[in-house]
């Protein structure tokens, strides 16, 4: 099935670390690369991992990612208030033969 | 630094033809390795991809809209569109167009600030 599953929410401290999962398959993240989003409150998305783990200039490194299997993982650590945001997964799917949105996750900075 | 900017009406009636248009500036479409893409949102929702237009004017539609989907560039003005037939209230959402970098995994690095299309009589 195409689709990509990650929790509806995730929320932590200033300063902590924060872990956002990607489910999907072996058609779409099992056989390649994930790509990470960030989309600020009324913003257009923003780039924030491309590869699966590897950050374009200028994005922070706290900032990181990795993928096993048919999941990928996005980590946010030394958490900060700037980083209230949705978060979204991105992949090709082999069976749709086009791209794949994860169901976007919203972090909360307690 | 290449910007992209969504250009048409706010406006569809139910069962039209919705008709976009994305300008790139600071970089041609044409050359590069690049591709173009249109994703929408509807607001409060998630992300959903529309499709993709290649340099050679080959396209690739998301298979749940591909009926209804054209996607074209027109290389004299820089710009490339989306135009989605027989719209109806669910097509009403925030329209995307972005730039896809071959070299970064094909992820989407340069996104327009989007414009808002609401479907109704």
């Known amino acids: 099935q195409s689709v990509l599953t990650q929790p509806p929410s995730a929320s932590g401290a200033p300063g902590q670390r924060i872990t956002i999962s990607c489910s999907g398959s072996?058609?779409?993240?099992?056989?390649?690369?994930v790509n990470w989003y960030q989309q600020l409150p009324g913003m257009s998305p923003k780039l924030l991992i491309y590869n699966s783990n590897e950050r374009p200039s200028g994005i922070p490194d706290r900032f990181s990612a990795s993928k096993s299997g048919t999941s990928a993982s996005l980590v946010i650590s030394r958490l900060q208030s700037e980083d209230e945001a949705d978060y979204f997964c991105e992949t090709r799917d082999n069976n749709l033969n086009g791209r794949l949105f994860g169901t976007g996750t919203k972090v909360t900075v307690l | 630094q290449v910007q992209l900017q969504e250009s048409g009406p706010g406006l569809v009636k139910p069962s039209q033809t919705l008709s976009l248009t994305c300008t790139v500036s600071g970089g041609s479409i044409s050359s590069g390795p690049y591709s173009w893409t249109w994703v929408r949102q509807p607001a409060g929702k998630g992300l959903e991809w529309i499709g993709r237009?290649?340099?050679?004017?080959?396209?690739n539609y998301n298979p749940s809209l591909k009926s209804r989907i054209s996607m074209s560039l027109d290389t004299s003005k820089n710009q490339f569109s989306l135009k989605l037939s027989s719209v109806t209230a669910a097509d009403t959402a925030m329209y995307y167009c972005?730039?896809?970098?071959?070299?970064?995994?094909?992820?989407?690095?340069?996104w327009g600030q989007g414009t808002t299309v609401t479907v109704s009589s």
């Open positions: 237009v290649y340099p050679s004017g080959s396209t």
């Open positions: 072996s058609s779409n993240i099992g056989g390649n690369p």
């Open positions: 972005a730039r896809v970098a071959r070299q970064l995994a094909s992820a989407m690095d340069v």
